[in-house]
């Protein structure tokens, strides 16, 4: 168990729909990061957020976005979805931002786009 | 071009021998981050070992090691004594440490199966 939480595990959704996926921390870790993983792209990081604030971008549709509250936990928000958007969408947390400090990953969450 | 190349999608090793995946990197950063991370069947992807540029000596974890070659541009995860509950994908990843970046790039893996 790497301490890093996702809730929910799976999601099985329609196009056009809107999802949240929440994600919580290591206790402490400051940093969370979004992946997506799927068959055709493979492991892609899509966002950085560092105690609130946004810090780097990778590969994130317009249509995605995400916040980091207060309390450190953070939402991926999936707008107008599409069949292709269907992946393992991956929160990692680690103790600080710009450093080499190692990303534990949380058991994920499936989602399905019917 | 790909920051991280993992050429054998997929190797067989029998139980309690070891085995090495191969991952080669490409970076004009002189600091990076290595990392290898397992992910089984259940999707879980689990934390194995970790190389700094600026390491000396090559990086181990219990059975796991890394086999750091900088001027290949290489960082071999060497597996020893294999056990069945080695069966997973094994993904090799870097972080480069320009602009403060920290998110990380990811091979594609290799899927490894423990033959008993």
């Known amino acids: 168990d790497s301490g890093v939480t996702q809730t929910p595990k799976h999601l099985i959704t329609a196009t056009g729909q809107r999802v949240t996926l929440r994600c919580s921390p290591r206790s402490g870790d400051l940093s969370v990061y979004w992946y997506q993983q799927s068959l055709d792209q493979g492991l892609q990081f899509l966002i950085h957020y560092y105690n609130g604030e946004e810090r780097a971008k990778g590969n994130i549709l317009e249509r995605f976005s995400a916040q980091q509250f207060p309390d450190l936990h953070s939402e991926l928000n999936l707008s107008s979805l599409e069949l292709g958007d269907s992946a393992l969408y991956f929160c990692?947390?680690?103790?600080?931002?710009?450093?080499?400090?190692?990303?534990?990953f949380g058991p994920g969450t499936r989602l399905t786009v019917l | 071009a790909q920051k991280i190349t993992q050429t054998q999608p997929g190797m067989f090793v029998q139980e309690k021998e070891a085995v090495t995946l191969d991952c080669t990197y490409d970076?004009?950063?002189?600091?990076?981050?290595l990392f290898w991370y397992k992910q089984p069947s259940s999707g879980e992807m689990i934390f194995l070992i970790y190389q700094g540029s600026y390491d000396q000596q090559n990086a181990t974890e219990g059975r796991y090691s890394l086999n750091f070659q900088k001027a290949r541009k290489s960082a071999n995860l060497v597996i020893s004594a294999s056990q069945l509950g080695d069966s997973a994908m094994y993904f090799c990843?870097?972080?480069?440490?320009?602009?403060?970046?920290?998110?990380?790039?990811f091979g594609t893996g290799t899927r490894l199966t423990v033959i008993p």
């Open positions: 990692a947390s680690s103790a600080r931002g710009p450093s080499t400090d190692t990303q534990y």
């Open positions: 970076t004009s950063d002189p600091s990076y981050g």
């Open positions: 990843a870097m972080r480069e440490g320009k602009t403060g970046a920290n998110n990380l790039f």
